[in-house]
T-cell receptor, first 114, second 111 residues
Framework: GAGVSQSPRYKVAKRGQDVALRCDPISGHVSLFWYQQALGQGPEFLTY????????KSGLPSDRFFAERPEGSVSTLKIQRTQQEDSAVYLC????????????FGSGTRLTVV | GENVEQHPSTLSVQEGDSAVIKCTYSDSASNYFPWYKQELGKGPQLIIDIRSNVGEKKDQRIAVTLNKTAKHFSLHITETQPEDSAVYFC??????????FGSGTQLTVLP
């Protein structure tokens, strides 16, 4: 596609509910990143994939957060037993190859936990 | 890990004036410094970037300068226009994986 596509754009979850956020990167992009952006803050790194391999998950805040990219294209970020502090915008970015620093971000999914 | 500090947090300028946003970073191994513009409801959009082997880069009304010794880099926007109003983020990258962002600057260009 022309850009990075994320769905849903908005998600309201009750505390304790599981959610799944989807990212469709630009076709052919090898590298894929997830970031979390709290209100009024800069994005913070969550995890990085190179093709289907998750090479860095050091930013995931707890074991309730899980990400996958099974076929090296679409990625899903899953949050189990959501808490209020999980409320944020979740951004996905992709780049053509490792070392290619031209990251393209999607518009994000705004998650609100009530 | 890397720490990026960004100032000011808010900046208002008159249309046609210049705007300068400054960032400092902590990790001397960082080698790539992008600037992003984020409009309401959208993801960050890359507007200019600079690598550690370059001191200055310009693209029309936008320029970025880097002082590796002092670990400072700055964004300069000249002849500002109302459509430049947005939140601007600086960032630093060390190993092609984790971008570390500053806290953002809300730029308002007054007509």
């Amino acid at each position: 596609g022309a850009g990075v596509s994320q769905s849903p754009r908005y998600k309201v979850a009750k505390r304790g509910q599981d959610v799944a956020l989807r990212c469709d990167p630009i076709s052919g992009h090898v590298s894929l990143f997830w970031y979390q952006q709290a209100l009024g803050q800069g994005p913070e790194f969550l995890t990085y994939f190179q093709n289907e391999a998750q090479l860095d998950k050091s930013g995931l805040p707890s074991d309730r957060f899980f990400a996958e990219r099974p076929e090296g294209s679409v990625s899903t970020l899953k949050i189990q037993r959501t808490q209020q502090e999980d409320s944020a915008v979740y951004l996905c970015a992709s780049s053509l190859a490792p070392g290619n620093y031209g990251y393209t971000f999607g518009s994000g999914t705004r998650l609100t936990v009530v | 890990g890397e720490n990026v500090e960004q100032h000011p947090s808010t900046l208002s300028v008159q249309e046609g004036d210049s705007a300068v946003i400054k960032c400092t970073y902590s990790d001397s191994a960082s080698n790539y410094f992008p600037w992003y513009k984020q409009e309401l409801g959208k993801g960050p959009q890359l507007i200019i970037d600079i690598r550690s082997n370059v001191g200055e880069k310009k693209d029309q009304r936008i320029a970025v300068t880097l002082n590796k010794t002092a670990k400072h880099f700055s964004l300069h926007i000249t002849e500002t226009q109302p459509e430049d109003s947005a939140v601007y983020f600086c960032a630093a990258l060390r190993d092609a994986r984790q971008l570390t962002f500053g806290s953002g600057t809300q730029l308002t260009v007054l007509p």
